[in-house]
C-alpha cells in the first residue's frame, strides 16, 4: 500500500470537502451537548449537595402566589357583592313611600298583619311565617290595629306604611349577592357572576314586588337562600359529610323550611 501524499489530497479534493463537512455537524453536536451538560448541572444540585432549600424555596414561592391570588379574588368578590347590595337597596328602597294609598294586596296582607296586632283569629291559605313578619314590622312601628287596610284608601298620618314596605324590601335586597354567590359556586367566573346579580338588581317584577306589604318579598328571599344552598351542596359533592357539605346541607334543610312556611300558592 502506497502512503497518503499530499498530491492525493490534490488529486481528490471533492473527498477533501466531504470530509470536513462531515466534521462540522460533529463539532456542532459536540458543542450542543456541552451546552446542555452546563445547563443541567446549572439547575441540579451535584451529588452529596442538599436539595432541600431549592424544593422549600419553590414551595414557598408557589404558596406565595396562590394566596395572593387567592386574595385578589376574596377582595374582587367583597367589591362586587357591595356594589350589587348598594344597587338592589337603592331600587328597592327608592320613593318607597310615593304611593301614600294602599296599592294591590296591601289590603290583604296589612290587614292580616293586623289581626296579629289586635289578636284576633283569622284563617287564611297562606302558612304563617310571612305574615307574621308583616305582623312584626306594624308592631315595630306602634301601629294598633285599627286601620283595616281598605283598597285604595289613603293611610292615616299615624300609619307609618314607609316603615312597613322598607322592612318588606330589605328582604328582596339580599336576592342580588345571592345570586352572585349562586353563580359562583356553580362554577362561573367572577364576571358572569356579577352580570346576574345586576339583572337582579334592575329586573322590573322584582323590584316591584319587593316594595309593597307583600309575602312575595319574603318568599324570594327564602327561596334564594334554598337554591344558593344547594348550590354549595353541588360544590362540595364530592367532599360528602365533611364539615362544609354538612353546614350546605343544614342550610338548605332551614331555608326550604322557611319556604315552605312562608307562601304556597
Known amino acids: 500500500m502506497r502512503p497518503h501524499s499530499q498530491q492525493d489530497e490534490k488529486a481528490q479534493p471533492g473527498r477533501a470537502m466531504h470530509?470536513?463537512?462531515?466534521?462540522?455537524?460533529?463539532?456542532?453536536?459536540?458543542?450542543?451537548?456541552?451546552?446542555?451538560?452546563?445547563?443541567?448541572?446549572?439547575?441540579?444540585?451535584?451529588?452529596g449537595q442538599d436539595s432541600a432549600p431549592a424544593v422549600g424555596n419553590s414551595l414557598q414561592v408557589f404558596r406565595a402566589k396562590t394566596n395572593g391570588s387567592l386574595v385578589r379574588k376574596q377582595r374582587c368578590d367583597l367589591v362586587n357583592v357591595v356594589i350589587l347590595t348598594l344597587l338592589a337597596a337603592v331600587t328597592r328602597f327608592y320613593k318607597i313611600g310615593r304611593s301614600h294609598r294602599v296599592v294591590w294586596d296591601e289590603a290583604h296582607f296589612g290587614k292580616f298583619g293586623a289581626h296579629y296586632v289586635n289578636h284576633t283569629f283569622y284563617h287564611d291559605v297562606h302558612p304563617p311565617l310571612a305574615k307574621m313578619l308583616v305582623g312584626l314590622s306594624e308592631i315595630l312601628t306602634g301601629f294598633d290595629g285599627s286601620f283595616t287596610f281598605q283598597s285604595g284608601h289613603k293611610y292615616p298620618d299615624d300609619?307609618?306604611?314607609?316603615?312597613?314596605?322598607?322592612?318588606?324590601?330589605?328582604?328582596?335586597?339580599?336576592?342580588?349577592?345571592?345570586?352572585?354567590?349562586?353563580?359562583l359556586n356553580l362554577g362561573c367566573s367572577s364576571n358572569a357572576a356579577l352580570l346576574g346579580g345586576l339583572l337582579v338588581c334592575v329586573d322590573n317584577a322584582l323590584c316591584t314586588i319587593s316594595r309593597f306589604i307583600l309575602l312575595d318579598?319574603?318568599?324570594?328571599?327564602?327561596?334564594?337562600?334554598s337554591v344558593l344552598s344547594l348550590s354549595g351542596l353541588y360544590k362540595h359533592r364530592k367532599e360528602p359529610f365533611t364539615q362544609p357539605w354538612l353546614k350546605w346541607l343544614l342550610a338548605t334543610g332551614v331555608s326550604l323550611g322557611l319556604v315552605t312556611s312562608a307562601k304556597w300558592v
Request: aromatic share 12%.
Open 19 to 47: 470530509s470536513q463537512s462531515l466534521g462540522e455537524p460533529l463539532r456542532e453536536s459536540s458543542i450542543f451537548t456541552d451546552d446542555v451538560d452546563n445547563a443541567v448541572s446549572s439547575e441540579c444540585p451535584a451529588e
Open 217 to 225: 318579598a319574603m318568599l324570594l328571599c327564602f327561596t334564594s337562600m
Open 159 to 183: 300609619v307609618n306604611y314607609v316603615f312597613m314596605r322598607v322592612f318588606n324590601a330589605s328582604f328582596g335586597v339580599p336576592l342580588a349577592p345571592m345570586a352572585y354567590f349562586t353563580l
